[in-house]
């Protein structure tokens, strides 16, 4: 009797394999025409170890390939599970048809047994828009709001995908709850503070929960948007899809346009109000956003209090950012 004995696949036949059925599928050429792979280290690797794949045809073709590890990363966080196959739905699923040249989803792999877990995906050139002067931030804030119109008209794609998070009172009241908390097991003086915003926090709720529902990026910030000159126009290319969720489009643009003041912020809104228009859908005048903006911004506050003890602010910090949910809850109706 002979006894098999599982063998383990090297990453680089696994990643061969990959790359042999993107030749086929997306470049229409078979797998043997293939002539070199060159793999490195993205520059903008971070929290995940993530590499760019360069792969020669006998063609002259070339083309790479972003390969993001959720297996190799510097620490573990909450929900790593969920956020890995959020990514990969959102990829799969929503963006292709989209119109909104995000990059193409090549493929993925799921391999809990080998501790293997890929996302392979088009690898864009470009430059993050918070390295650029405020006029490229224009599109960016356009984009946001061509996504927010065209996910607003197909809630079939998103309505029952459970994958994503929720953006409702739940989640807005939990976070509200943790922050005071924490604020509590750090300095009960503090926490005296903190409390009569909290016992406010409903209304900010009623407002965040009242917006149109939609696809939403979830950490929308200008780190995370690649701007790509090579096109005319730039290319626009939102990543990190791991906190995608239902929910208001305004949740995104508050990351987006945080700490501008009023004129550069019209800016930001008209860009954002065109690109819904082009789905016909309307967007509130700039005193509403503001308003339903500034209860965003009380939310993130709120969500950096309930975790400042676990990433262990420091005092000065945690001062700070009771003064500005006191500052913002001022603003809140």
Known sequence: MTTMVATRRSDEDVLRECLDDIVERHFHSPPSSIARVERRRSRYSSFYASDVITVGLTSGEEFKVFLK???????????????????????RDLLPDAGLDTAAYYGSVSDPAEGRFWLLLEYVEGVPVRHLEFERWIAPAEWLGRMYGYFLRHRELWGNCDVLARHDETFFRDTAGHALRSVTDY?????ERLAPIVGRYDRAVAVMTSQPQTLVHGTYRPAQIITDDARTPPRICPVDFEKAAVGASLYDLTFFVDGFPPPRLRLLFDAYRQGAAQYGVSVPDDEEMNVVVDCFR???????????????????VIRKLIGMAENIGRLVP
């Open 187 to 191: 300095s009960p003086e503090l926490a």
């Open 298 to 316: 009380l939310h993130r506050v709120m969500n950096w209090l309930a975790v400042s003890l676990e990433r262990r602010y420091t005092d000065d």
């Open 69 to 91: 590890d959720f297996g190799s990363y510097h620490h573990p966080k909450d929900h790593m599970e969920e956020r890995r196959e959020r990514e990969v739905v959102v990829y």
